[in-house]
């Protein structure tokens, strides 16, 4: 072959090689997201994170909302979603056995099932994204209310719904940690209460727990609808109970301060703009293949860099954002306008 037609094959070669098109990480891909109830602030920021995220990598989400903040009615909204043409359903599951049947259709359907927020159970789903790790959060909840209370003293739980896995995980951590350590000793957890994720019913078992127990020293509320709600009742109210737990700077920014005139202390919660993008890009991987969801599995979630697939407490498979980040006075006020 002479040079003339080797030169002329490689320059075909070239173009056509610069031609081909180069296919974002989402490209085509139609994806599903749920959530456990409309008005929910922090996943509402997650969630517009999520669908930016995908819809930049040339995809599309539909973000769906239950009527309530039950299992029965998200499963309605998973029914609906398996007859269309959905490549993935990201999910914070209302519960975390309830989902199973019909999310294993989803999966016997070619559906790709991711969750973040809060994990069903681990045949429902193939991967969980998990904001912090279960220990970290339980071990900074349990610490503050050590601290808050002085050391010693009544404190209660005000958590979302009796089935929420997150709520659940996060309460049976701290109480593992209690009983696992002499310094926790002198806490006494009075009750847990269940809010629903509602503001009123929030309000009213805040109400309930003041007035069932004369000696409270603290709440602690992992349920930014809760926190919110317990805040406000405690100090509209003049309560000598103070509250931590889990919340939305820009919720709590007038309640957050070390003086009796506040409610809170300080409290927690992570990037929430963060969890829903790394969320996006697990979701796009599973559908795109490269990532099956199993252990050890390793992708890159874009600007936020590599992560690794690890075990979750279940049995099942996660990929941790990072730690739970704390609010305090000194820093709410620059928080509070993010988020």
């Not at 109830?37 to 994170?49: K, L, P, Q, R, V």
């Not at 005139?261 to 990037?271: K, N």
């Not at 992708?299 to 279940?314: C, K, M, P, Q, S």
Request: with cysteine; hydrophobic share 40%.
């Amino acid at each position: 072959m002479n040079k003339k037609v080797i030169s002329a094959l490689l320059c075909g070669t070239m173009i056509l090689g610069a031609a081909s098109p180069v296919f974002a990480a989402g490209e085509g891909q139609k994806i599903a997201l749920v959530g456990k109830s409309a008005g929910n602030a922090f996943f509402e920021i997650a969630a517009a994170s999520f669908q930016e995220t995908v819809e930049a990598e040339g995809g599309e989400v539909e973000v769906v909302y239950p009527e309530t903040a039950t299992a029965d009615a998200q499963i309605k909204v998973l029914d609906n979603l398996i007859s269309q043409d959905f490549d993935a359903i990201c999910i914070a599951a209302n519960d975390v056995n309830a989902l199973q049947a019909k999310l294993e259709e989803a999966m016997d359907a070619g559906i790709k099932v991711s969750s973040f927020d809060s994990a069903p159970n681990k045949d429902s789903r193939q991967v969980f994204i998990n904001q912090a790790g279960t220990q970290a959060v339980g071990q900074a909840l349990i610490d503050a209310v050590l601290d808050i209370t002085g050391g010693e003293g009544q404190f209660a739980i005000l958590s979302a719904t009796s089935q929420a896995a997150n709520q659940n995980a996060w309460i049976e951590a701290m109480q593992t940690i209690m009983e696992g350590d002499e310094k926790y000793s002198g806490l006494e957890l009075v009750e847990v209460a269940y809010g629903d994720d509602e503001p009123q019913k929030s309000t009213d078992q805040t109400a309930a727990l003041i007035q069932n127990y004369p000696d409270l020293k603290v709440i602690c509320a992992p349920t930014t609808v809760g926190i919110a709600a317990a805040a406000k009742y405690l100090q509209d109210n003049e309560a000598t109970c103070k509250l931590t737990g889990l919340g939305l700077p820009s919720e709590m920014l007038e309640y957050t301060g070390d003086d009796d005139a506040h409610s809170c202390p300080y409290f927690y919660l992570w990037d929430m703009q963060g969890l829903g993008k790394l969320s996006a890009y697990a979701t796009m991987a599973l559908v795109s293949g490269d990532i099956t969801g199993a252990l050890d599995e390793t992708f890159t979630a874009g600007d936020l860099g590599e992560y690794t697939i690890t075990e979750a407490d279940d049995g099942g498979t996660e990929i941790v954002l990072g730690e739970p980040l704390q609010f305090t006075p000194e820093n709410i006020e620059e928080y509070a306008e993010l988020y």
